[in-house]
C-alpha cells in the first residue's frame, strides 16, 4: 500500500511539475504581434553577414545536395535521411545535433527562393514549420540541442531571414518568431561565454525583423556589457583557447556590423575593448602566422581583416615599430618573443608562450604551467592539441588532461583543477624575460616554474621546484611536436631534430630518468598523440623526466644547436634556492644569476 500512494505521489509530483512548466512557458508563446509587423528589410540587410547566412560559392552545390535529400554539416560527413526528424543523431555526436537544430542549413533554400525559387520557398517554409510544430511547447521537444543555449540563438537569426518568404497567412511563423524573442528575452536563459553573444545576436536579429524596439534596445544593451566580460582589461578573451579568441573576435565584429545596419552602434568602451583584443591576437599569433594549440582549437592560420597589427602578422612583413617582445596577460598566459622581422624574416623568430592564471571555462584545457616554444621556423615543444567536443570520448578527455601539456605533474597526488595558478614573478627587458608560476593546487604538493628568455642568445631556462611532503615520482612532462626525432645525447641531455634543424635541451641540478615514448595512433595508450584538428590525431613524441624524491629541482636549459655555438655551465648552486649559469656563445661569455625573487644577465667584460 506505501509503494502504491510513492508511486501516486510521485506522478503526482510530477504532474505538477509539468503543469508548473506549461504555465511558465506561456510567457514565450503569448504576443499581439502579425506579419503586418514583419520587417522585410531588415531581414534582407541581415542574410548579408556571415558564412552560415550570406550567400557563398558553395550556396548552389549545398541546395543541390538538399535537393537530393543529404545535408552536409562540416566537419562531419554527408547524411542522406529524414531532415525533419527531429531527434535524429545519425553520428552520435553533440556538435552535429547542434548545427542539425540552429536550421543554419537550410539557408541554401532561402537564397534560392529569394531568387524566384517556388519549390525552394515551400521547402524552406516546410522545414521550418515542422521544426516549430514539433519543438514548440518548449518542454515538448524532441532533442535537448533543440533549445540549448547559442542553438537557440543561432536558429532565430536563421528563421529571422526567412521573412520574405511570408505571406499574409502566416501566422504561424509569427508564432515561431515571437516564441524565439521571448525566451531570448529572459535575461535567466543567456549564459556567459560567446553561446551569450549568439543569443543575444539572435535576440538583436529576431526584435529587428518583428520591429520590436524593447527586445532591440534589450539586445544591444546586453551586448555592450558582454563585451566587457568577453576580453578583459588586457585584450584577452575569458575562454581559454587562442582559436576561441579568434573565434570570437570575428563573432563580435560581426555583431557589430549587425547593429550598424540597422542605425546603431556598441558603446565606445566596448569598441576600444575589441580594438585591444585584436590587437592582442597579433602577439598570440606564432610567426609562421598559425595558432598555438592552446585550448580547444586547431593549427589554423590567424585571420585578416580583424586588427591592422594582426593583418601584418598574417601578411608576414611587419610594418608597425617599437612593439613590445614581451606580454603579460594575468587572467590566462605571458607571450614572448624574439623579434617582430626587424633582423631576420618573421617565420624564423623565436615565440614563447606560458600558460597561468585562474580556471578558464568553457574551452580551456587542464594546461597551467604549460611552455609552448617555437623557434627556427617551427614548433618544438607543444601541446596535446584539440580532437572534439564530444563527451566521454578518450581521445577529447587525453588533450584536455595534464598528462597532454609540457608541464609537472604527480601521478600519485589528486589535483585540483579548478584552482588558481598566478603568476607571482613578471620580469623583463632588453636582455631577458622572466615569468614565475605557483602551483599549489596538488593534494600535498607545491610546483614553483619559472621560464626564462635570452632574446640575444635564443635560449631558454626552465627552473622547476617540486616540495612534496614524502618521496614520490615527480614527472616533468614534455610534449615534442610531431615530425620531430628525439634521441639521448648523453646521461644528462636530449636532443630533438627535425629534417633540417636540432636543438638540445640540458638537465643541470637533480637528474632524472628519462622515459621517452613516440606516440603511435595504433596503440590503446594515448601517451606521445597530439591532436591537430578535429578528430585527426598525429603522432608526437612524450618526454618524461622523472624524478624519485620529496624536494626535486630541475634546471633545463633548451638552445638551438648551430645558431650561436652555445656552451653552457653550471658555476654555483644552492639547491631549491638558487644557482648561477656562465653561458658561452659567438657574442662572447655571459653569467646567469637566478634567485628566489630575482635574475640578472650580465655580459662578461673581455
Given amino acids: 500500500m506505501r509503494s502504491l500512494v510513492k508511486r501516486f505521489y510521485g506522478s503526482f509530483k510530477e504532474a505538477n511539475r509539468t503543469r508548473q512548466r506549461r504555465d511558465s512557458e506561456q510567457i514565450y508563446t503569448e504576443h499581439n504581434f502579425t506579419v503586418s509587423d514583419l520587417n522585410f528589410a531588415a531581414a534582407e540587410r541581415q542574410a548579408s553577414i556571415g558564412k552560415h547566412y550570406a550567400r557563398h560559392a558553395q550556396t548552389e552545390d549545398q541546395l543541390r545536395a538538399l535537393k537530393q535529400g543529404t545535408i552536409t554539416l562540416p566537419p562531419h560527413g554527408p547524411w542522406t535521411g529524414d531532415y525533419t526528424d527531429w531527434a535524429a543523431d545519425p553520428f552520435n555526436d553533440r556538435n552535429w545535433r547542434f548545427q542539425f537544430h540552429t536550421l543554419r ?13 517556388e519549390e525552394s520557398r515551400n521547402e524552406w517554409k516546410r522545414i521550418v514549420y515542422s521544426w516549430a510544430d514539433t519543438n514548440i511547447p518548449i518542454h515538448e521537444a524532441k532533442d535537448k540541442y533543440a533549445w ?44 556567459p561565454g560567446n553561446h551569450g553573444l549568439h543569443q543575444n545576436l539572435g535576440l538583436f536579429v529576431v526584435s529587428s525583423v518583428l520591429s520590436d524596439d524593447t527586445g532591440v534596445s534589450r539586445a544591444i544593451d546586453r551586448l555592450g556589457t558582454q563585451v566587457l566580460n568577453a576580453f578583459d582589461s588586457e585584450g584577452l578573451n575569458e575562454e581559454g583557447s587562442v582559436a576561441y579568441h579568434q573565434y570570437n573576435l570575428v563573432w563580435w565584429l560581426q555583431a557589430r556590423e549587425r547593429v550598424q545596419l540597422e542605425g546603431y552602434d556598441l558603446p565606445g568602451e566596448a569598441l576600444a575593448r575589441l580594438n585591444k583584443a585584436g590587437e592582442t591576437m597579433a ?29 601584418q602578422v598574417v601578411r608576414g612583413e611587419v ?9 603579460h596577460f594575468p587572467n590566462g598566459l605571458t607571450v614572448s618573443r624574439s623579434g617582430w622581422g626587424e633582423k631576420r624574416p618573421l617565420k624564423d623568430e623565436s615565440h614563447t608562450i606560458v600558460r597561468h592564471g585562474p580556471d578558464l571555462q568553457r574551452h580551456s584545457h587542464n594546461d597551467r604551467g604549460s611552455l ?41 597526488q589528486t589535483y585540483d583543477e579548478t584552482g588558481d595558478v598566478p603568476a607571482v614573478l613578471v620580469q623583463h627587458d632588453e636582455h631577458l624575460h622572466v615569468i614565475e608560476i605557483l602551483d599549489k593546487n596538488f593534494e600535498s604538493a607545491r610546483w614553483l616554474r619559472r621560464v626564462i628568455y635570452l632574446p640575444a642568445t635564443n635560449c631558454w631556462v626552465i627552473w622547476d621546484r617540486v616540495y612534496t611532503d614524502k618521496p614520490q615520482k615527480i614527472c616533468q612532462q614534455w610534449l615534442i611536436d610531431i615530425g620531430i626525432e628525439v634521441s639521448r645525447n648523453d646521461p644528462t641531455s636530449l636532443q630533438l631534430a627535425d629534417k633540417a634543424q636540432q636543438i638540445v635541451m640540458q638537465w643541470f641540478g637533480d637528474q632524472p630518468e628519462f622515459d621517452v615514448v613516440r606516440g603511435n595512433r595504433k596503440r590503446e595508450s594515448r ?15 612524450s618526454v618524461h623526466a622523472n624524478f624519485a624524491t620529496d624536494k626535486a629541482e630541475s634546471i633545463v636549459v633548451i ?14 648552486r644552492s639547491k631549491m634556492k638558487s ?28
Avoid at 527 to 541: A, E, P, Q, V
Avoid at 591 to 599: E, F, K, Y
Wanted: with cysteine.
Fill in 319 to 327: 610594418e608597425a615599430t617599437n612593439l613590445p617582445l614581451f606580454r
Fill in 283 to 311: 602577439h598570440l599569433i606564432l610567426p609562421d602566422k598559425t595558432m598555438p594549440q592552446i585550448g580547444d582549437g586547431g593549427r589554423g592560420k590567424g585571420r585578416s581583416g580583424i586588427h591592422p597589427l594582426l593583418d
Fill in 148 to 191: 540549448m543555449d547559442m542553438t537557440d540563438g543561432n536558429r532565430a537569426i536563421q528563421i529571422s531571414l526567412g521573412a520574405p518568404l511570408m505571406e499574409s497567412g502566416d501566422q504561424w511563423y509569427i508564432d515561431c518568431l515571437v516564441t524565439h524573442r521571448n525566451w531570448l528575452m529572459d535575461d535567466a536563459r543567456i549564459v
Fill in 559 to 572: 638552445s638551438p644547436v648551430h645558431e650561436h655555438n652555445i656552451d653552457v655551465s653550471l658555476k654555483k
Fill in 527 to 541: 601517451r606521445g598523440l597530439i591532436g591537430i584538428r578535429w578528430k585527426n590525431m598525429r603522432d608526437g613524441t
Fill in 372 to 412: 609552448h616554444i617555437y623557434t627556427l621556423g617551427r614548433r618544438w615543444i607543444t601541446d596535446g592539441g584539440f580532437h572534439s567536443y564530444q563527451q566521454r570520448n578518450l581521445d577529447r578527455e587525453y588533450t584536455k588532461s595534464r598528462s597532454a601539456h609540457s608541464l609537472v605533474n604527480l601521478p600519485e
Fill in 579 to 606: 644557482f648561477k649559469l656562465a653561458i658561452t656563445s659567438s657574442q662572447g661569455v655571459s653569467h646567469l644569476s637566478v634567485g628566489p625573487s630575482r635574475t640578472h644577465l650580465k655580459k662578461q667584460q673581455d
Fill in 105 to 117: 542549413w537550410i539557408n541554401p533554400f532561402l537564397w534560392a527562393a529569394l531568387d524566384g525559387d
